[in-house]
């Protein structure tokens, strides 16, 4: 008797459960079953082969009918002061749902944020949270690392050139992850920094890779901008380059190693389907390179064995959260340690406060 009754409690749990089921794949279907319209902000060109194409191909991909159902526009080449265009997709466009992919744009999202409570603002890069805000973001310091770790085994001068846009938090942070990387293998490397002020500025960005591998034997290049000058300025002297945001490798068949490289897919697909199910909480997400977001692109077949064998080692560490970049000890670049033996740098410090720099970089040109 008593097993009937278990039998029979269990069917009815799996039929509870199957109901929900479901009740839950109902209201995803009914949620996307109308088209809804995104507006999305680019700081550069869709067409970037870098950041803002990293963004533009994983929005595209949940436009289908079978996917998310999105009508999307998109604003591109947008300054800072994006207002505006914000105003401008709402009211003219008629967007339920506002992108934007640039830290920059977080105030004037915030204060359209506040004038539209029935329309969802979604800020990647950026660090507030409102009824109707989300930021998110991702812990590219993680993947920089593991760059710095094979341009590090690259290396048979010990000088590395870095073209970088902004002395702001983010960027630095990102030196300092993949100056770290480097010196883990190769303990005597030297980093050269020169900030090109600029994230899309073709100009500037090669110009200031050109007087870097003039003034010093460099023989590897990294980057962080938009711009994809430095690797082009790299590749026509013959020096290799790492690259950031999207793989570049099919551009540069003879020079390029690798990159750290965003995915947004899976990260827009949830956000922007909790918009459409009535589920969304505005929240700040920091995520981590174990929630997909960030990776290391498939190496090039010119990064060796032994350079794989180090990344793989320090992926398991990231995997098992046995290790992070920034525990101790650290030292600056001044010889002060900055974080002692068993600590840790907290996250609100490498989000907003971090303006030093690692032993082992050269800023230059400041």
């Not at 949270?129 to 590219?140: L, V, W």
């Not at 960005?205 to 711009?227: F, Q, W, Y």
């Not at 030292?331 to 974080?339: A, L, P, Q, V, Y």
């Not at 996250?347 to 406060?353: A, F, H, Q």
């Amino acid at each position: 008797m008593r097993k009937i009754i278990i039998i029979a409690f269990l069917i009815l749990a799996a039929a509870i459960t199957g109901i929900f089921y479901s009740m839950d794949d109902d209201k995803a279907l009914s949620a996307t079953a109308h088209t809804t319209k995104v507006g999305v902000l680019l700081s550069g060109s869709h067409t970037d082969k870098n950041y803002c194409q990293a963004h533009y191909e994983a929005l595209e991909a949940l436009r289908p009918k079978d996917k998310l159902n999105l009508d999307i526009v998109y604003r591109e080449n947008v300054a800072g002061d994006c207002y505006p265009d914000i105003i401008s997709l709402i009211r003219d466009e008629g967007c339920r749902i506002i992108v934007g992919v640039s830290f920059q744009f977080g105030k004037d999202m915030e204060r359209a944020a506040e004038l539209y409570p029935d329309v969802y603002f979604l800020h990647t890069g950026g660090t507030s949270a409102h009824s109707n805000f989300s930021s998110f973001f991702g812990r590219m310091y993680q993947a920089r690392y593991l760059l710095g770790i094979i341009a590090g085994s690259k290396t048979k001068t010990g000088q590395i050139g870095y073209v970088a846009a902004f002395p702001i938090p983010e960027v630095i942070r990102g030196i300092n992850a993949f100056t770290l990387g480097v010196r883990s293998v190769r303990p005597d490397a030297v980093v050269r920094v020169r900030y090109c002020n600029s994230w899309t500025d073709d100009e500037a960005a090669g110009k200031a890779c050109a007087e870097l591998l003039e003034r010093h034997p460099i023989d590897v290049m990294a980057m962080h901008t938009n711009s994809l000058a430095p690797h082009r300025e790299a590749d026509r002297r013959g020096v290799w380059s790492v690259g950031c945001n999207r793989d570049s490798a099919e551009t540069f068949p003879d020079t390029y190693l690798a990159a750290c490289v965003w995915q947004w897919r899976d990260c827009y697909y949830k956000q922007i389907l909790d918009c459409l199910q009535g589920k969304f909480h505005g929240s700040n997400v920091w995520m981590d390179i174990n929630d997909g977001i960030v990776a290391l692109s498939a190496p090039t077949r010119h990064v060796d064995a032994r350079a794989m064998a180090a990344v793989e080692a320090a992926n398991r560490n990231f995997y098992h959260r046995t290790f992070d970049v920034f525990y101790g000890p650290v030292k600056d670049n001044t010889g002060n340690i900055r974080i002692e033996a068993g600590e840790s740098m907290a996250d609100s410090e490498m989000l907003n406060g971090f303006f030093w720099y690692v032993e082992g970089v050269t800023v230059e040109g400041l």
